[in-house]
Every structure is written in C-alpha cells, then in structure tokens.
C-alpha cells in the first residue's frame, strides 16, 4: 500500500490496513525518506520542508500510529538514519540535519517509551543502491566512486544488507538494544 507518511490521513490508512491484516503490530520499520544533495545556496524552501516533512514528520506521525496498536504490548521501532548524521560531507546540510533528528528522536524515544517494553533504534546506511538511488543518480558515476573510496570495504550496501540489520534489530534475541544508533555503511566515514 502507498502512503505519503508526511500527512497524517496517509498513516491513519496505512496503519488501518495493516491492523487489518496482520491483527496487531509489534515491529516498525520507519523506512520513507527522500534526499537532496545541494550546496546551501541552492536549498528552497520547498526542498527544506519536503526533507523535513518526510524525514522527520512522517517518523513521528508513523511512530505515534504504531504505537496505538502496540497498545502496551511492547515491540520494536526501527528508525532508518543515514551515517550523513554522524559524518555529513559538503552538500547536505538539510538531509543531513533531517537524519540527525531522526537520530534524536530515535533516542530520546528509547527512554520514553522504553517501560512500556518498546525499543527504539536507528539503523544508518551508508550509500545503497536502490530504487531511489538510480533514480537520484547517485548510486553510479562520480558519487559512487566517492562513496566507495571512503568506504573500508570498498563497496556501496546492498538492500539485503541493511534488510539483515532491521532484520536483527527487530528480534527479541536481541531485546537488551535500545537507543542506538548503529551505523551500517561498510565503515564509512564521509
């Protein structure tokens, strides 16, 4: 189902469906995220509050409709970060900001909603190659090849790897990890 997680009666539907169809959620994967790399000069008003609407609200929107369905159950958020909010190159300093609240909020969530047995973690990718990424043009050419030079295992990530890392985040064998923020770039430091 699509959903522009940015508009609350986007995330009302989305998440009535998926009560719907699997009863109760336990796990949230908040995984919609846009991205424009400009110098400063370059950042409108419109870029600026698309990054943030979908970045950062649509976290928050998302988060609060999961956790009416947690309903005191306990469970899992996942929060998908960039390594851009730990070591942001030049060119991003919206998207970036965008993740670093993201990240923020990850921890802070973690103590608030940490007694009602709900761990909240963000999960910081690195460069992937994607759907989006071809489609933004990042994820071949020039920028590829920066990413790669500054990445230790000399690749770009790949969907199943990250898809591993929420994978692991989510499990109850792994219940003693919250308010992290655990980078997933293949030791990248941009």
């Known amino acids: 189902m699509q959903a522009d997680v940015s508009k609350q009666a986007?995330?009302?539907?989305?998440?009535?469906?998926?009560?719907?169809?699997?009863?109760?959620?336990?796990?949230l994967v908040n995984n919609a995220g846009v991205y424009e790399f400009a110098p400063i000069e370059q950042i409108t008003e419109e870029s600026y509050r698309r990054m943030f609407d979908l970045n950062?609200?649509?976290?928050?929107?998302?988060?609060?409709?999961?956790?009416?369905?947690?309903?005191?159950?306990g469970g899992s958020m996942i929060n998908v970060s960039s390594v851009v909010s730990l070591t942001p190159p030049p060119a991003t300093a919206i998207y970036s900001a965008t993740k670093g609240a993201v990240d923020v909020i990850t921890r802070t969530l973690?103590?608030?909603?940490?007694?009602?047995?709900?761990?909240?973690?963000?999960?910081?990718?690195?460069?992937?190659?994607?759907?989006?990424?071809?489609?933004?043009?990042?994820?071949?050419?020039?920028?590829?090849?920066?990413?790669?030079?500054?990445?230790?295992?000399?690749?770009?990530?790949?969907?199943?790897?990250?898809?591993?890392?929420?994978?692991?985040?989510?499990?109850?064998?792994?219940?003693?990890?919250?308010?992290?923020?655990?980078?997933?770039?293949g030791g990248a430091r941009l």
Do not use: C, W
Request: charged letters at 25%; glycine letters at 12%; a negative charge.
């Open 110 to 185: 973690a103590q608030e909603l940490g007694p009602r047995n709900i761990r909240v973690n963000s999960l910081s990718p690195g460069l992937v190659e994607t759907e989006g990424t071809r489609a933004a043009g990042t994820s071949d050419g020039e920028f590829k090849q920066i990413a790669i030079s500054r990445t230790p295992l000399g690749r770009v990530g790949e969907v199943d790897d990250i898809a591993k890392v929420a994978v692991f985040l989510a499990s109850d064998d792994f219940g003693r990890i919250t308010g992290e923020v655990l980078p997933v770039g």
């Open 10 to 27: 986007d995330v009302d539907r989305l998440f009535e469906a998926a009560k719907k169809t699997f009863g109760t959620i336990d796990i």
């Open 56 to 73: 950062v609200l649509g976290t928050v929107l998302s988060t609060q409709a999961a956790l009416q369905s947690m309903n005191g159950s």
